[in-house]
């Protein structure tokens, strides 16, 4: 270990001023070690570099910079009982001013008549003194300070601001980060290899650290804030470099895994398939399959995304994937993210099955014991070919005699986690995920960056596009008239309500009230039904079924219908509190009508008043019903994290990097890493990241 790179991970402890209650809010913040400290950005910058006169001060106006002389001191005791204020008139050649500490007591001490000092802060008006600066930033100034000798840390600069981690106060920090940066050994080496920093004209390590945190003079404020800089482009371009170097080589070793069978594909195999096939491909579709049929073939186990928009058709290209491996003498795990779901998979594939000698079964947490005990052995024998679950199919004792390919749908609500597990049960089965949530590029370089993709980018013909329109409360009664106008002309109709976890049992009260009030007041010639999670599943099923079967016109839901169920009759979707649902989820219900010939109509009602956000949302759904452009409004709006759900669904946690603000460097790391590994990649970074890889970007080493 270099010295620079001992001093790197020193715990912050050991830094001057530190002490045990720091340390552990540091920690908590994430921030054990020194090197963890200089990789947190200052989250803004203030230009403190021009002082102000304070005559000019405003009202109103952002904080301001004044340099002058204390010509009073006090310490105003207020009416609540210990709460004190320090204040100290400051003054200049213009004017004077007041400025103010509440409950800084100390200051006392440190600010005293005859000082010259710099402040920092915004003038507000305050009782009792009127128009006062409080809190400002200060600095004492020296004889030589102001002579411009010695270096000026909180003002008289473009100043580093940082987010308040416990008692740890931003103007600590900033002492801290100053106190590391001057005590770094000079042999810091680079991570990025000398020949990329040339190429891109990156900054070495050292110069970024020092300008991310103490700007240099002159430095463009504007660019400061957008992360733009040098230096910051520097440091966020090593942290994607070096993870996407890690993706790449975690997708090498997975594509290194031979697999124990070699599958083939001959004309028995390909009659074997069209036979199932209910209807003619699209042409993405057949382009999806022929790619993922390629990879069934290779000797290397398949681990391939095949993204496409709610309807585009995926289920059926996984499930002729699934006859070409039966074929093969292989088993296929197919898994749901919920019973529905994985029961409609089930029954439409026992459906498009019932001819051929495949035995299909059903495994959910719903299964009986008995029943799951047969069906267990039977996949351990080999005896059941293709099975359909839920995450019962991840749990201990599910063994299968010889599972060649896992499919799992609507991936995104699934964790990194259970791809492994299912995907251990098989010996290096190949791997297909499905999501119709799609993925805006950027997110799918890291989310999925050790995924092959496919892209399902049509529907099938003779879809009509569905109508959307957000509308008031006030409009209910037209939009009665809408629903009943359609059911009688034979179709059916979704009535969604939000379901959220802290008020659920009031929700749930709504959604029964709602679908008795359309039942008997609105409705009492049609058929409605209540589907709800907490209902048995049997009786769910029931419904599900009675829904598909068009024996019920109108379903009133929870968001249990949310993914996958496929009523091709149903041509109305009623959202209601559509504010209070999330952009994707909501494209996602949408997707539910408009599967038919039939022209369908999503109704968004809202209860106003909306906020902004909500209104956004529902305008861009009003707008388009392109699912890319709604997956990158949305990952805008709400960020990775919450955009693709669960934890542990592979983002990872980033020091430096924004996966929204900068999706352009993730794409030229992902070349670049492509390129150094293609190359003669030096061994040193290539063992660097192995060794720190999954616990820097907080990934477990599985897939
Ligand atoms: P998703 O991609 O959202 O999972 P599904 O697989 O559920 O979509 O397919 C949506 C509907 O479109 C289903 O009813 C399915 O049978 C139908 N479908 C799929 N492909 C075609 C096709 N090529 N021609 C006609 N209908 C199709
Ligand atoms: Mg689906």
């Known amino acids: 270990m270099t010295a620079a790179e001992e001093f790197l991970a020193t715990p912050l402890q050991f830094l001057k001023g530190v002490g045990p209650r720091r340390a552990a809010d540091l920690r908590r913040a994430g921030l054990a070690t020194v090197e963890d400290l200089l990789y947190r950005f200052p989250f803004r910058y203030e230009d403190r570099a021009h002082f102000a ?3 000019s001060l405003r009202l109103g106006q952002d904080p301001r910079a004044i340099i002058g002389e204390i010509v009073e001191t006090n310490v105003r005791w207020t009416g609540r009982r210990g709460f004190k204020i320090f204040e100290a008139l400051v003054r200049d050649p213009s004017g004077s001013v ?8 100390y200051l006392n001490d440190k600010l005293t008549r005859g000082q010259r000092v710099v402040l920092y802060g915004k003038l507000e008006f305050r009782r009792p003194g009127g128009l006062q600066l409080s809190n400002a930033d200060y600095e004492i100034l020296g004889e030589e300070d102001e002579a411009g000798a010695a270096e000026r840390l909180h003002t008289g600069r473009i100043v580093p601001v940082y ?51 103490f700007p240099p003079e002159g430095a463009a404020l504007d660019l400061l804030q957008a992360f733009r800089t040098p230096a910051q482009v ?57 790619q993922i049929v390629a990879d069934m073939k290779n000797p290397h186990a398949m681990n391939r995304l095949l993204q496409g928009d709610v309807g585009s058709g995926k289920t059926i290209v996984a499930l002729l994937a699934a006859v070409v491996a039966m074929e093969n003498g292989l088993q296929v795990a197919f898994m749901a993210p919920t019973e529905i779901l994985a029961e409609q ?77 299912l995907r251990a049960k098989g010996l290096h089965p190949d791997v297909l995920v499905m999501t119709a949530t799609p993925i805006p590029r950027t997110l799918a370089l890291t989310v999925h960056g050790d995924l092959d993709v496919s892209v399902i980018g049509e529907l099938p013909p003779g879809r009509q596009p569905i109508v959307t ?33 802290e008020s659920a049992k009031i929700d749930l009260k709504a959604a029964t009230e709602m679908a008795d009030h359309l039942a008997r007041d609105i409705f009492p010639a049609f058929r409605v039904a209540l589907l709800h999670g907490r209902m048995k599943q049997d009786a769910k099923d029931r419904v599900m079924r009675a829904f598909a079967d068009g024996t019920v016109d ?8 949310e993914v996958g169920i496929d009523v091709a009759n149903a041509t109305v979707m ?36 909306l906020s902004d956000d909500a209104r956004r949302r529902l305008e861009a759904l009003v707008e388009t019903c392109d699912g890319f452009v709604i997956a990158e409004r949305d990952l805008q709006m709400r960020g990775p994290g919450d955009f693709v759900g669960t934890r542990q669904s592979g983002v990872p946690t980033l020091r430096v990097g924004d996966l929204v603000r900068d999706q352009a460097l993730m794409e030229d790391a992902r070349r670049e890493a492509e390129a150094f590994l293609a190359g003669e990649p030096e061994a040193r970074l290539v063992g660097l990241v192995r060794g720190t890889w999954a616990a820097r970007f907080g990934l477990a080493e599985v897939g």
Do not use: M
């Open 554 to 561: 109108i379903i009133v839901s929870t968001t249990v219908v």
């Open 163 to 213: 987010e308040k981690i416990g008692s740890v106060w931003p103007k600590f920090q900033r002492s801290l980060v100053q106190q590391a940066l001057e005590r770094l050994p000079a042999d810091l080496d680079d991570p990025l290899p000398l020949l990329l920093r040339e190429r891109l004209a990156l900054l070495p390590r050292r110069e970024a650290f020092e300008q991310v945190h």
């Open 574 to 609: 009623l959202v209601e509190h559509a504010e209070r649902f999330g952009l994707s989820q909501l494209h996602q219900l949408r997707g539910r009508v408009g599967r038919g010939r039939h022209q369908s109509s999503c109704i968004l009602l809202y209860q106003s008043p």
């Open 98 to 105: 007041l400025a103010c500490w509440p409950n800084q007591v």
């Open 469 to 501: 329109v957000a509308k008031p409360e006030s409009r209910r009664a037209e939009i009665y008239e809408f629903l009943r106008a359609q059911v009688e002309a034979g179709r059916q109709a979704y009535v969604i309500y939000p379901l959220i976890e």
């Open 53 to 55: 006169s304070i005559a």
């Open 234 to 290: 520097r440091l966020i371009f090593e942290e994607f470099f070096l993870f996407q170097i890690g993706l790449l080589l975690r997708k090498r070793d997975a594509d290194a895994e031979r697999k124990p069978f070699v599958l083939v594909t001959n004309q028995k195999i390909r009659e074997s398939a069209r036979r199932v096939l209910p209807f003619r491909l699209t042409r993405a579709q057949r382009e999806a399959l022929g």
């Open 345 to 421: 998979h089930f029954l439409n594939i026992q459906r498009l099955l019932v001819a051929s000698r495949f035995r299909v079964a059903l495994l959910t947490g719903a299964t009986p014991a008995t029943a799951r005990r047969d069906l267990v052995g039977d996949l351990a024998a080999g005896r059941v070919h293709l099975v359909v679950g839920t995450h019962a199919l991840v749990q201990e004792g599910v063994e299968f005699a010889r599972l060649g390919l896992v499919v799992i749908d609507e991936q995104h609500r699934f964790g990194v986690i259970q791809r492994a597990t």
